[in-house]
């Protein structure tokens, strides 16, 4: 499979959408808390972006935004609850992180770790022999 650039992705509704110029190479299967509720699922999964190379095309007004307690900010559909970006409260970046199962566009890309698996639902297992961190990168 080989993709070509850009990228593009939508909610589940369609209200938002947006396209990815570069997807940089870290990707993320993360297994915290907050995701895994956030997701109602066992892991969530982002890519990055410079915030140069992602560009909102329809409906970014639709966007709302959690602030968890630690600082941390989800941004999601208001319509349809689709998770679109997080971005780390400490974390001052030109990286924009997205949920990868938003996209409609094919990547050559893949996850490349599991994160925060110290949380991880009890009814996981993962098995497809990626690094496991307990916490972060």
């Known amino acids: ?3 070509k650039t850009p990228y593009y992705g939508q909610c589940l509704c369609g209200d938002i959408q947006y396209k990815v110029d570069k997807i940089e190479p870290q990707m993320a ?3 915290c808390i ?3 509720k956030f997701h109602g699922a066992a892991f ?3 890519g990055e972006a410079k ?4 560009h909102w095309i329809k409906g970014e007004n639709q ?3 959690f602030t968890a307690e630690n600082g941390a900010v989800r941004q999601f559909c208001q319509n349809c609850g689709s998770s679109m970006t997080f971005a780390a409260s400490k974390k001052v970046t030109d990286i924009i992180e997205f949920s990868l199962g938003t996209l409609d566009s094919p990547i050559d890309l893949q996850p490349d770790i599991h994160v925060y698996t110290h949380y991880k ?3 996981s297992i993962i ?8 916490k972060g990168r």
């Open 34 to 36: 907050a995701c895994q």
């Open 1 to 3: 499979m080989t993709s």
């Open 29 to 31: 299967h993360c297994h």
């Open 63 to 65: 966007l709302k935004s």
């Open 44 to 46: 969530s999964t982002f």
């Open 121 to 123: 639902a009890n009814w």
């Open 51 to 54: 915030k140069e190379n992602f």
């Open 127 to 134: 098995c497809d022999g990626l690094p496991q961190y307990k």
